[in-house]
């Protein structure tokens, strides 16, 4: 990998006099799928948001495809090529299953100089999309509120992967999931992956972590608390660097 | 079940309220005499062109999911600004403009810039500062009806401009033009609602604020356009008062704010926001000029209609669990 996708340099967050963050530097390369681990609290999620746009970091800086970056709203995260997929899903259920797959970007065609909604195109993608990951969804117009939990995350997971980008975030991505749509979920995490766009995933669960990740990074009252090649490593040794009985990698102790 | 059953019992809850305004027209039509004639149909959708209007501006920021209380006084100030330049008697300065149809865009733009500004007022109140709509909208409400009596110094206008009361006299296959642009208001923001991305984006903001947000839809900025189209939509619905009343009163269009909440609720829209279409707002508005219609008919005394209006409004909220529980069965 030459130049990474991804740079973090001592990036910090500040609640008032809460350092949620204290330094966090770590890179992602192109292709590279990184676990990112920590206990609750550790800051994972809010390392998340300043990436995708949804918090500004307090100090430090971010390098994206070589550049300076900060996205001070998701859309410009979006325009740079990040797309974000959050553990509290980002559907709205009172719309159908097209308009939340298009959410905010539309397929519109001109009537008389006024942009309309181009609802068949966007069906078509949908339908595309969804039968290549295998996902079945009995009609693509009825509401998301008349989804199953697991039927709204693989709208989700079909939305990053269609739409791509450069950089997929990924926040718990399978809480809702059961055994065999997690396992299909792995697999898009790795075919995005092979084309050559970077993954950051963030889980609970060991297991999924060594199935799918390049390299683990763990977070540990918002400092890197470890950053280790997959192959180089073990679950016992990853738990350790999350409770903390060993310091195994970069980044000052707390 | 059947998908086609399936299909033709969506279409019903889906447009239910259609069905009761058909079920009403008919039920009144068998059993009061004198109800089945054009010229009561025609006066039902002549009597609804005000609160018409005000309900669809009302209606957009509901399914925006916010709240915009202040319509009825921004609609009585509207009125007001129109009836105080180019009313002849009362409190109006008589303005003429030459050539004298001049008078009406000049009209028309006044009362929807005078609108359009406390939209804007409203609009940047509440999304920039984050204040609740509420809240807002109900000083609003207060403070704009205030105006309206101090610019006024609650006396009327009268007499307005006969160029402008053409459009509530001259009439069109049995209504006037005032009631044809109440429905050419329906149709233009149903069109919009429902297949331009603003519309679809409206409703998503009424469904998830923080999912559009992530997904990089400019939500403050859509939410600001939806109070100023309120503001400006309810300056319309002045202007259209001002005709049919042929001037302004300080007092113009009290009680119109709770019609307009009642139309739009019985329309389907949901107060949660996200939920409900203007087609099935214009048919609440439609459904409350019929029972007025028919209150009236009856010889029954006035100070029904607000006990009527009233048990609707709760017939539509239950109505409205009803058919949440029904489509959660069909799901």
Known sequence: ????????????????????????????????????????????????????GGLEPTSGRMLFEGKEFLARSPAEAKAAGIETVYQDLSLCTNVDVVANFFMGREITRKVLGVPVLDERAMEDVVAKALANAGTRIPSLRTNVEHLSGGQRQAIELNRFVHWGGKLVLLDEPFAALGVEQTRRGLDMIRQVANQGIGVVIITHIMQQAFQVADRIVVIRQGVVAGDVARNKTSPDAVINMITGETLAGAGPAS | ????????????????????????????????????????????????????????????????????????????????????????????????????WLMVPVSLLLAVLVGGIIGVFNGFLIVRLKMSAFIITLASYIWVRGLVLVVSGGRSAQDLAPAIRWFGIQRLIGLPLTAWIAIACFVVFSLIMAKTPFGRHLVMIGGNETATFRAGIRVNRNLIIAFVLAGAIAGLAGWLLAIRTSGATANLGVGLLFNAFAAVVIGGVSLKGGVGTLPGVYAGVLLLSAINTAINLMGLPANFTQVI???????????????QTIRQRLA
């Not at chain 1, 996708?5 to 966090?24: P, R, S």
């Not at chain 2, 027209?25 to 959708?45: T, W």
């Open chain 2, 309 to 323: 209006h009233g048990l609707l409004v709760l017939a539509a909220v239950l109505l409205d669990a009803f058919k």
């Open chain 2, 1 to 100: 079940m059947n998908p086609r059953t399936r299909h033709a019992l969506e279409l019903i809850l889906d447009n239910l309220v259609w069905f009761m305004l058909v079920f009403v027209l008919v039920v009144f039509s068998l059993l009061i005499p004198n109800y089945f004639q054009l010229g009561i149909f025609a006066n039902i959708i002549e009597a609804s062109s005000v609160l018409g209007v005000m309900s669809i501006g009302l209606a957009l920021v509901i399914i925006a999911g916010h709240m915009d209380l202040s319509v009825e006084s921004v609609a009585a100030l509207s009125a007001m600004a129109v009836g105080i330049l180019f009313c002849s008697s009362g409190i109006g300065l008589g303005v003429q403009l030459h050539p004298q």
């Open chain 1, 1 to 52: 990998m030459s130049e990474p996708l991804l740079v973090l340099d001592n990036v910090t967050k500040n609640y008032g006099a809460i350092q949620a963050l204290k330094g966090i530097s770590f890179s992602i390369g192109r292709g590279e799928v990184v676990a990112l681990l920590g206990d609750n609290g550790a800051g994972k999620s809010t390392l998340v948001k300043i990436i995708a």
